[in-house]
């Protein structure tokens, strides 16, 4: 018995094995979730997640449902078909994150009105929307849990991170304001502030090899974090055992956040 059986699962955002997205639904697998997928419109993401929902013992033919989080009827239409496939919905996976290469480089009072849009767009109100939609899907499954990803430059200065710190601070902004509204259906909402993982989207990070070298050296676990310690707080927050936790952001970074000089 696993402690996710018969649990329904929404994840967004695998793009390949270093996706913390990929690293959360490992975990739940592994405890007896029930999984679906959506994916950027793209044929080389869609081989990437082909490829890894192959390695899932057990796992045959899940529903994987293309969308770009830019266009609402996409979004719509993920929903709609988890509804068509299930009924209902237990658990949500929110990790997309995406912000143009010089917009996160350079001087940040540089940015553009058309890059700090996007990066929310993406970042944030792509976490709103989703949830407007998963809500009526969580109360007839009696409630649920939400979980989106984050990052220590919403509060602290992180060089060449630029717009996607706001976009990060308005996302746990939003975590608070979601975990609110959507509290009285007992829909749970939490973001977790991973270190600096080898991912797809911070791979358009400069010095990101650095950042991981700092963690080492200074965080009080000197090391770093792995992807599947990432993957079993996602499982935390998913089960159960976090019914009493909504609207917080955990951090996931071996104590680094923490740190000072």
Known sequence: MGM?????????????QRSLAWGITQALHREGAELAFSYVPDDRMKRNLDRLVETLDGVDDPLCVPCDVQDSEQVAEVFKAVEGHWGSLDVF????????????????????????????????????ECCRHAAPLMEAAGGGSVITMTYLASERVVPNYNVMSAAKASLESSVRYLAADLGPENIRVNAISAGPMRTLAASAVRGIQGARELMEERSPL????????????????????????????????CGFNITAM
């Not at 996710?4 to 390949?16: C, F, Q, R, S, W």
């Not at 996976?93 to 767009?121: C, M, N, P, W």
């Not at 770093?224 to 707080?233: K, M, P, Q």
């Open 93 to 128: 996976v929110h990790s997309i994150s995406f912000a143009k290469r010089e917009e996160i480089t350079g001087r940040y009072s540089e940015i553009s009105r058309d890059g700090f849009l996007l990066a929310q767009e993406v970042n944030t109100y792509s976490l709103i």
């Open 222 to 253: 000197r090391r770093n974090i792995t992807l599947d310690e990432v993957g079993n707080v996602g499982l935390f927050l998913a089960s159960d055992l976090s019914s009493s936790l909504t609207g917080q952001t955990l951090y996931a970074d």
């Open 4 to 16: 996710m059986d018969g649990k329904k699962v929404l994840v967004m955002g695998v793009a390949n």
